[in-house]
């Protein structure tokens, strides 16, 4: 009977294991092979050349925008290039019509206003094979610091941060749609934040801003992947921009390091952090949650969120 008893459980015990073995492979392999075996080895799945004559990047002067820019004009694509800067926007497209001999349209809007913009981004994109629209612009806080606070010094800062990190992502897509269902292909690449998924008090309105763009852009995946439409999410956590002011290093890689490691991302999934060291801020922050509690990792990023407000205000006062 004992005998019965320890081989029952022997084998219900041998069952658990395999079941948890199964799960733990189940989730792993394909995370293995969607963020490193796929992307490094072999590439994007998506050819994106085939998808069109030109492709639109808001936010195109700097950083990751102007990454993008050059990474598809490298590619062939003729650019159109949308920012508030007309002088920036010029010099952009001479130094990209003379590296890689293509062709360049300048549209310069500033997207803070929401009112009138788009008839004139409308305008300028008439009659163009649109195959690629990259949604990059964005504004953020200068510093972590509690939303009242910040409305209270700038409350126009709300309407900006709408206007900008969410209007230009729904009304961009709204107009260059149309043409790539037409032709039953195109890539629609949102720029969204590692924010969007991890505790980010201090930034709430930008964080929550991010997040609607990554559930939008996920949504609209579903809405138009029988279309033909590839629309990709991408999440970055720090990139050494002007935006950001955080030197390169392996975590904080370089705008054209992102890019180039986020385009071979295209057709292995829709929502992506777009580089590999990313992807841990991530799961470390999923692994606190699991052993811990929401409440706890939210305080320990608050604190950290705290700890850079207060030398960027000890910076602000030294300045005066």
């Known amino acids: 009977m004992v005998l019965n008893n320890i081989t029952a459980f022997q084998f219900f015990g041998s069952v658990a294991l395999g079941l948890l073995c199964f799960k733990i492979v189940n989730k792993f392999l394909p995370w293995i092979y969607v963020n490193i075996i796929g992307p490094k080895f072999l590439g994007p799945k998506l050819n994106i050349r085939s998808i069109g004559g030109w492709a639109v990047i808001t936010g195109s002067t700097d950083g990751i925008g102007r990454s993008y820019a050059k990474a598809l004009a490298k590619r062939g694509f003729s650019l159109v290039l949308i920012s508030r800067s007309l002088s920036k926007l010029e010099d952009l497209a001479k130094e990209i019509e003379n590296e890689y001999k293509v062709e360049t349209k300048i549209i310069d809007v500033d997207f803070q206003d929401s009112v009138g913009i788009y008839d004139k981004i409308k305008a300028g994109l008439e009659g163009l094979d649109i195959g690629v629209l990259i949604n990059n612009v964005g504004v953020s806080y200068s510093y972590p610091e509690y939303f009242l606070t910040y409305y209270q010094q700038n409350p126009k800062f709300l309407l900006d941060m709408v206007s900008v990190n969410i209007h230009s992502v729904t009304h961009m897509c709204a107009l260059v749609l149309p043409v790539m269902l037409s032709r039953k292909k195109g890539l629609i690449i949102n720029v969204s934040s590692s924010s969007a998924s991890i505790?980010?008090?201090?930034?709430?309105?930008?964080?929550?801003?991010?997040?609607?763009?990554?559930?939008?852009?996920?949504?609209?995946?579903?809405?138009?992947?029988?279309?033909?439409?590839?629309?990709?999410?991408?999440?970055?956590?720090?990139?050494?921009?002007?935006?950001?002011?955080?030197?390169?290093?392996?975590?904080?890689?370089?705008?054209?390091?992102?890019?180039?490691?986020?385009?071979?991302?295209?057709?292995y999934t829709t929502t992506t952090p777009g580089y590999l060291?990313?992807?841990?801020?991530?799961?470390?922050?999923?692994?606190?949650?699991?052993?811990?509690?929401?409440?706890?990792?939210?305080?320990?990023?608050?604190?950290?969120?705290?700890?850079?407000?207060?030398?960027?205000?000890?910076?602000?006062?030294?300045?005066?």
């Open 199 to 267: 505790p980010a008090a201090l930034l709430s309105l930008y964080s929550g801003t991010k997040a609607f763009v990554t559930k939008f852009s996920e949504d609209l995946q579903t809405e138009y992947r029988d279309s033909g439409i590839t629309v990709q999410c991408i999440k970055p956590g720090f990139v050494a921009t002007k935006m950001s002011k955080i030197r390169a290093s392996l975590s904080c890689p370089t705008p054209d390091t992102y890019v180039a490691s986020a385009l071979n991302m295209l057709g």
């Open 277 to 320: 060291p990313h992807n841990f801020l991530q799961i470390s922050c999923d692994f606190m949650r699991y052993l811990t509690c929401e409440p706890f990792v939210s305080s320990l990023f608050l604190n950290y969120l705290l700890k850079i407000r207060k030398n960027a205000l000890k910076r602000l006062n030294q300045k005066k």
